[in-house]
């Protein structure tokens, strides 16, 4: 889903100036959603685009990849909406198959989405603030408004507690040298890393603790007190793997933000250096998807619209920390700031070389 992507990060400010000034414009609509295989989302709203909220006459969404159980699916539709400065309010419904009644989310229209139509007349302060691309204008990508509510904690430790009982490792690829995911949790697992992936350099954001409750070679280290980092590095060595280690703690938007500049220029430098990366944390729903994030916005300058999107798509468990991101960007300028900038020249350069190669 990234390469579908990169080439509309490329925008100058001026040409979505222009766009914005259009009040006709396609809408991309994005809901992520646990669902099972059989499962239908729609969109539906006040606008005669959305079906007037009628459900019979509302827009169908995509799956980004088909819905497996136990863990979510990213969902998109690009509506044409005729007239965008005008205020409207929508919904996402579902239904797990054909003969089952459609389900809305929330609790009634007091939760009902809005769009007030503000943004569209405001002009993005940086190529950072960018949201529209190829003619398409990106609303954020959210969750399905669940009974029971969304945290980043029920997110997170719903997707974990199925991996961790299945002793599985599950993962995504981002884009052609980067992956996300969840610990290895078995030398089989280091295995298919390095033979079935291709990958030459784990970044790893685990702490100590939690690598001790989710090490990579339990079988042949039963005992807690012998599962220390060395260990670790030295079992990656033994499979030719480069190892990078940056222990960060879970669930805190301030640590991710202090974190994310040195993780995002690590991993832009691995890449340039031609690693296919493995990033990973305990469940690949927080912290490794935040250093992912930080490359793409920090090195490659997508927009965090954007970025926002190509995660999501490629990897729908993943949790989303823009205040982490924006507020890692300044620290990350002052430290790397000149590097940061040949890096994106070199990639720019790499990126043309490539394409004019075939």
Known sequence: MCELFCNSGRQDLYSVQCSL???SMKVRFSVISFVPPGTSIAVVGSLPELGSWKVSECPSMSP????????????SADIAVDDLSVPFEYKFVRKTNPSANWEWEGYGSHDNRKWDGKEMLSTPASEQDVKVFDGVFLLPPTHFMESQGMSEYSHTTRFYNSVKERNDMHYNRVSDNLW?????RS???IEKLRDELKVTCLLNFQTHEDAK???????HFPEWDKRTPQVIYDLFKEYSLAYVWIPTTDMSTQDRANMLPQAAFILGALIQNGHAVYVHCNAG??????AACGFLCYCLNHPVRLVHHMMCSSRPVAYFDEA???AGRSDFQVKYGDVYRRLHEDGQKRNCFLSAGG
């Open 64 to 75: 980004s990849s088909p819905p497996k159980s136990m863990e979510p699916s990213f969902w």
């Open 324 to 326: 982490a991101l924006r």
């Open 187 to 189: 030398r089989r697992h």
């Open 180 to 184: 996300v995911g969840s610990c290895p």
């Open 21 to 23: 000034r259009r009040k």
């Open 285 to 290: 729903v927080g912290r490794s998807v935040a």
């Open 213 to 219: 409750n989710n090490f990579p070679d339990p079988e």
